[in-house]
């Protein structure tokens, strides 16, 4: 009797209904996860839709799936493949949604220099090299520093009649006032023309098919925040702070305008969190250290991850070249990773809660 009689469709289903997804906490089968189901002969096919291609519980799922399906009789191989469906953020009333964009990450701190632009440009990275379709938004109208963080010349479309559009680079769309400004062009608005500066940056761009759009915020609770906030569907907020006491006060309180908007915090992230010297391996808490941490348990909201002080980060900087992207095996590469994967898996979870 050959293997394909002795396969059980119906076996391999229920055997597959175990398996759940480790962040929605309900099972794969019947969140519609499994695609393209085929048995010929003792082997197994099939898809596997996550919901975002920066699932940082793939290998979990792989693992669970196969411990399964290991248990129908018959089975002797199975073969996974994998895709990705993410699915979009509803808006709240009154706010309008972005022709193609699926959900709006915002990066804020509550204070200057420590390192948002960083963290929004390296997060957005990571998610492009994770497989999701990604836009960034350079926010800071009055400092945009991401032109030089990607590598861009400044003013590279100040002699356009079409507007703003996305420039790519490591798969990422970004868009900057800095585009349109020779270097050193200093920006002198009020807070009305920022706010307006933020909404067009949001609807006047075309994006396009966009699973993940990143705006890089300016420091402190400005117009730009809170008009973004107010007119766009934001899926949620990450903030950055360095360990610092007068750091995380500050960004306590950008916590605390995000929730009295209506804006769900993804969590916080500590950066500067630490230095490790190359030539002793001795660690040295130059800010301090977990300051963000505490908060974080404080307030209630996830802990996203620590980023070290690294001269490789500041160095891909500085050369147009996101630190994710240049030095991949670095540590701070490897924490920008798992904050983006984490936030992530935070979106579906959001999502799944809202029906």
Request: hydrophobic residues 45%; aromatic residues 4%; glycine residues 12%.
């Amino acid at each position: 009797m050959s293997s394909a009689a002795i396969i059980d469709r119906d076996a391999v289903v229920a055997a597959l209904e175990t398996v759940h997804d480790p962040e929605l906490h309900a099972s794969i089968v019947r969140l519609g996860m499994v695609k393209d189901l085929a048995i010929e002969g003792g082997r197994i096919s099939l898809t596997i839709e996550l919901t975002t291609p920066a699932c940082p519980l793939r290998e979990t799922i792989e693992q669970d799936v196969r411990g399964a399906l290991a248990s129908v009789p018959g089975v002797e191989d199975v073969v996974i493949s994998w895709g990705a469906q993410v699915r979009a953020s509803n808006p709240r009333e009154g706010q309008k949604p972005i022709p193609g964009v699926r959900n709006i990450i915002a990066v804020a701190s509550n204070k200057g220099g420590v390192g948002k632009s960083t963290v929004a440009s390296n997060i957005a990275v990571a998610l492009a090299k994770a497989g999701a379709s990604v836009g960034l938004i350079d926010a800071d109208i009055t400092g945009p520093n991401l032109p030089t963080m990607f590598g861009l010349p400044a003013g590279l479309q100040a002699g356009s009649n079409e507007g703003l559009k996305p420039v790519e680079r490591y798969g990422v769309r970004v868009v900057s006032i800095g585009f349109l400004l020779p270097r050193g062009t200093p920006v002198v608005w009020r807070g009305p023309m920022i706010g307006s500066a933020v909404r067009q940056l949001l609807h006047d761009v075309p994006w396009g098919d966009t699973d993940y759009l990143v705006i890089d915020l300016p420091p402190g609770t400005s117009d730009a925040s809170m008009s973004m906030a107010q007119d766009a569907p934001i899926t949620g907020v990450i903030i950055v702070s360095s360990p610092q006491a007068v750091s995380v006060e500050d960004a306590m309180k950008a916590v605390a305008m995000f929730e009295k908007l209506g804006v769900p915090v993804f969590g916080m992230v500590e950066n500067l969190s630490y230095f490790v010297a190359p030539d002793t391996g001795k660690r040295y808490d130059i800010f301090g250290h977990g300051g963000a941490r505490e908060a974080a348990e404080e307030l209630g909201i996830d802990f996203l991850g620590e980023i070290p002080i690294e001269p490789g980060v500041r160095e891909g900087a500085d050369r147009g070249v996101p630190v994710v992207y240049g030095a991949p095996e670095s540590e701070s590469a490897r924490a920008f990773d798992r904050i983006a994967r984490n936030v992530a898996a935070r979106i579906s979870v959001l999502q799944r809660m809202g029906g």
